[in-house]
């Protein structure tokens, strides 16, 4: 396994892996809408693993939010959309997972041997989606950040 680093930045590093979870409360409480905050607080987020493409503005410290364009990264082929012209080849295995319809290589994550799970693929998004991570007091720790 390659020796980490301790690394802790105060906005997340593009081109990494990362977690992230929606939440609902805090995108409506600016609206002072309370049946949308009731509904928001009724909702029960999930997690979703994601590929930090670009960062959209230069990161500061003291910003509330750092802005990316992200990928999705999924546990299964891409489902077919004829309409947008995609198949379920259009996707990229992540090492340790070898497994596409094609034999597309995987891409082998950096360090080598830490990518957490074995059955994952990038996505091929014809438009990237957008996405406001919240600043935190405690920083980003990347010691074990997963990277391309």
């Not at 930090?52 to 003291?62: S, V």
Request: charged share 25%.
């Amino acid at each position: 396994m390659a020796k980490t680093i301790g690394r802790i930045f105060y906005s997340p590093s593009p081109r990494s892996y990362a977690v992230i979870r929606l939440n609902p409360e805090e995108m409506v409480r600016q609206f002072d809408d309370a049946q949308a905050l009731r509904e928001a607080r009724a909702m029960q987020p999930k997690s979703y693993l994601i590929y930090l493409q670009l960062e959209r503005a230069l990161p500061w410290p003291d910003q509330p939010w750092y802005r990316f364009e992200i990928e999705p990264i999924a546990t299964t082929l891409r489902p077919e959309d004829e309409a947008q012209g995609i198949t379920s080849d259009m996707c990229i295995p992540i090492f340790p997972n070898t497994s596409h319809p094609n034999g597309r290589e995987s891409l082998q994550p950096s360090p080598e041997g830490l990518f957490p799970y074995d059955n994952c693929y990038h996505w091929f998004q014809p438009k990237l989606v957008d996405v406001r991570i919240k600043a935190r007091p405690e920083l980003f720790d990347e010691t074990n950040a997963v990277s391309i």
